[in-house]
């Protein structure tokens, strides 16, 4: 299996640049940006597998992001966070394709192991569309 790339995305530089660190210290392919818009633009040029991309932030908010990366990336899987409780958005981000929503602060452990089955069902449907395109082709 290839390895899994992740971008995160959260106005936050102080939590950004912690959540970075401990990734990389875990050995984790991962790229941080700190708005829907610079997320966006990293998307058009990286190959990345997960986002985990802050639903409160200010210009384009979590759930404008999530929209935008699920229209132009529609296998991109996204696991939404925040630090205040809103059983609304997480709905409103379940309906919209996000894989996942956890409440900061989450645990590493718990983060990562989200991240890491958003890659393998990243990862089957890619091969699934492979699969199909082998049998029609």
Same mark, same amino acid.
Do not use: C, N
């Given at each position: 299996?290839?390895?899994?790339?992740?971008?995160?995305?959260?106005? !936050?530089?102080?939590?950004?640049?912690? #959540? #970075?660190?401990?990734?990389?210290?875990?050995?984790?392919?991962?790229? =941080?940006? =700190?708005? =829907?818009?610079?997320?966006?633009?990293?998307?058009?040029?990286?190959?990345?597998?997960?986002?985990?991309?802050?639903?409160?932030?200010?210009?384009?908010?979590?759930?404008?992001?999530?929209?935008?990366?699920?229209?132009?990336?529609?296998?991109? !899987?996204?696991?939404?966070?925040?630090?205040?409780?809103?059983?609304?958005?997480?709905?409103? =981000?379940?309906?919209?394709?996000?894989?996942?929503? #956890?409440?900061?602060?989450?645990?590493?452990?718990?983060?990562?192991?989200?991240?890491?089955?958003?890659?393998?069902?990243?990862?089957?449907?890619?091969?699934?569309?492979?699969?199909?395109?082998?049998?029609?082709?």
């Amino acid at each position: 299996m290839t390895e899994m790339k992740l971008l995160l995305v959260d106005d !936050e530089s102080d939590f950004l640049g912690t #959540l #970075l660190k401990r990734m990389k210290r875990r050995q984790v392919d991962v790229h =941080g940006v =700190g708005s =829907g818009e610079a997320a966006l633009a990293w998307l058009e040029t990286h190959d990345t597998d997960v986002v985990i991309l802050d639903v409160r932030m200010p210009g384009m908010d979590g759930v404008e992001t999530l929209r935008a990366i699920k229209k132009r990336h529609p296998l991109m !899987e996204v696991i939404m966070l925040t630090g205040h409780a809103s059983m609304e958005v997480a709905i409103e =981000g379940m309906e919209m394709g996000a894989f996942d929503y #956890l409440m900061k602060p989450m645990d590493m452990d718990e983060l990562l192991y989200k991240a890491e089955d958003a890659f393998k069902k990243k990862t089957i449907h890619e091969g699934r569309i492979r699969q199909r395109s082998r049998e029609l082709g």
